[in-house]
């Protein structure tokens, strides 16, 4: 067994601290990604995962050393002394670590089998999908991980620093049914004094409660939903951002502040553009392609608003030119996922949000329009991907409320007392949008399948093997 020296440099720190000339580094770390062995020389393309760029490393005498000779793809290594040399004119990387004596300075501190699956070679994500323990060593699934930690730090930005909005954080363990679909996993243990507990679908109720207390506020937090359907935008368990508003009275403001917060997080996204994309894996990241998107989503003159009742018009004249595959678009049905995709990705080739639904669409803690068949609130679909938000003004009016949850029958036992009797204890206008963080990364990544976006997705269909 080798000691790890405790400190290492990290490919990171070298890219962004590379020297004006030649310089003998401590010790470095990481995981063969290719390795290349010639007569006089050895070259190793090198990865720590600090960041979504490999290092070259060559190694001189290699037959000198049994270590060099029996590299291989996965092997965890250690370097000490390597030089760092200038490789003017590279395209790729300005430098290259040079090891020599290699027997003193090249160790191996993981060693792999002759069946490691995964080397240099695209392999395809349905294969890599088979590999859940090995997986997200690949630049792709490598470049994913960073990028949802990236977001994160990006919400951070926004609501806390730039908004002064608090994180809170919500329980995960709830007796409520939030969306009233009746989508809820059922929590099961001899401990639990609740006769029904359930794991959330969203955290708004509890949202609502704390912004009485704090105002303005947000969280990422698991949610679930036992959905039937496997599809390339469902997960079973998937992360919603959450953010609550109090005092605002009109949807405008809250597609408004939708708005900016999508700007906001957009253009972080585009300013760190080198540390989110790789152009090394084109027809998975499509760098280009990424960026003209971002570009066009920076400027909010390219988030289009309409009413539920305007994309009905819409979908209806088009369904009359060329019929919708599975369902005729209806007054008073909700959207349908092809209406969706569709009214996004080719009328107005642009996200979009769709304000007022009709109530019977929607849950029931939405604020009721004065038309009182409509609510206010809004979808923002997006091309490819459809609803990746959902947001609405809240039920404010005790008894409008009240009566909502008679017609539904709902609060038969009293279960939702606690949330009708927030509105007779000071409660403050307000309302809020929840967007699937999965969904978000999806679309912003261009990702064909939400489950490339978690790690370890859990969905309808597929088992639970670790
Ligand atoms: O539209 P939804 O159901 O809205 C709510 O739950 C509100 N209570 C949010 C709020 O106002 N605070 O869900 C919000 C978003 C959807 O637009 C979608 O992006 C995502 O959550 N979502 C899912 N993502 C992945 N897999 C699923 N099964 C999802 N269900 C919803
Ligand atoms: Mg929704």
């Keep these: 067994m080798f000691n790890v020296p405790k400190r290492y440099i990290s490919v990171k720190a070298l890219y962004e601290t590379v020297p004006k000339t030649e310089k003998q580094l401590d010790v470095i770390n990481g995981w063969v990604r290719s390795v290349r062995l010639l007569k006089k020389v050895a070259f190793i393309d090198l990865y720590d995962g600090s960041t979504n760029r490999d290092v070259k490393v060559v190694i001189k005498e290699p037959e000198e050393s049994d270590v060099v000779k029996s590299l291989k793809t996965g092997q965890c290594l250690t370097i000490h002394s390597p030089i760092l040399k200038l490789t003017n004119g590279s395209r790729t990387q300005a430098f290259e670590l040079l090891v020599e004596n290699p027997t003193k300075n090249l160790q191996v501190l993981g060693h792999v089998t002759e069946h490691y699956p995964l080397q240099k070679k695209g392999h395809s994500l349905e294969f890599l999908r088979t590999l859940p323990t090995l997986k997200y060593r690949t630049l792709y699934y490598g470049s994913l991980l960073r990028f949802r930690s990236h977001m994160e730090e990006y919400f951070i930005n926004f609501f806390n620093k730039q908004e002064n909005m608090l994180k809170v954080s919500p329980p995960i363990f709830t007796v409520n049914d939030c969306e009233g679909a009746g989508e809820q996993f059922l929590v099961n243990s001899p401990v639990l004094q609740d006769k029904e507990t359930f794991l959330?679908?969203?955290?708004?109720?509890?949202?609502?409660?704390?912004?009485?207390?704090?105002?303005?506020?947000?969280?990422?937090?698991?949610?679930?939903?036992?959905?039937?359907?496997?599809?390339?935008?469902?997960?079973?368990?998937?992360?919603?951002?959450?953010?609550?508003?109090?005092?605002?009275?009109?949807?405008?403001?809250?597609?408004?502040?939708?708005?900016?917060?999508?700007?906001?997080?957009?253009?972080?996204?585009?300013?760190?553009?080198?540390?989110?994309?790789?152009?090394?894996?084109?027809?998975?990241?499509?760098?280009?392609?990424?960026?003209?998107?971002?570009?066009?989503?920076?400027?909010?003159?390219?988030?289009?608003?309409?009413?539920?009742?305007?994309?009905?018009?819409?979908?209806?004249?088009?369904?009359?030119?060329?019929?919708?595959?599975?369902?005729?678009?209806?007054?008073?049905?909700?959207?349908?996922?092809?209406?969706?995709?569709?009214?996004?990705?080719?009328?107005?080739?642009?996200?979009?949000?769709?304000?007022?639904?009709?109530?019977?669409?929607?849950?029931?803690y939405m604020k009721l329009n004065d038309d009182k068949n409509t609510v206010a609130c809004f979808d923002l679909l997006v091309p490819e991907m459809g609803e990746i938000i959902g947001g609405s003004l809240r039920e404010d009016n005790y008894n409008t409320l009240q009566y909502e949850m008679q017609r539904r029958n709902m609060n038969k036992d009293g279960e939702l007392d606690w949330y009708l009797e927030m509105r007779q204890q000071g409660g403050a206008p307000h309302g809020g949008f929840g967007l699937g963080f999965e969904r978000f990364i999806s679309y912003l990544l261009g990702v064909s399948n939400i489950k490339d976006t978690i790690p370890f997705p859990r969905s309808a269909n597929s088992s639970i093997s670790l």
């Design 200 to 364: 959330t679908v969203s955290t708004q109720l509890h949202l609502e409660i704390l912004s009485t207390a704090v105002s303005n506020c947000w969280t990422l937090s698991p949610c679930f939903r036992a959905e039937k359907s496997a599809t390339p935008r469902h997960l079973m368990e998937f992360w919603m951002l959450e953010a609550e508003l109090s005092f605002i009275t009109s949807l405008d403001e809250l597609i408004s502040f939708t708005k900016r917060f999508l700007q906001s997080i957009v253009t972080q996204c585009y300013e760190n553009q080198d540390s989110l994309l790789t152009d090394q894996i084109p027809t998975l990241i499509n760098k280009p392609e990424i960026l003209l998107k971002w570009e066009m989503l920076r400027d909010l003159d390219n988030w289009k608003t309409i009413s539920y009742t305007e994309a009905i018009k819409i979908l209806t004249e088009q369904h009359k030119k060329q019929p919708f595959p599975r369902y005729e678009p209806q007054w008073g049905e909700p959207l349908q996922t092809e209406h969706e995709k569709w009214l996004a990705g080719s009328h107005f080739k642009s996200p979009v949000f769709v304000t007022d639904y009709p109530k019977d669409c929607k849950a029931f």
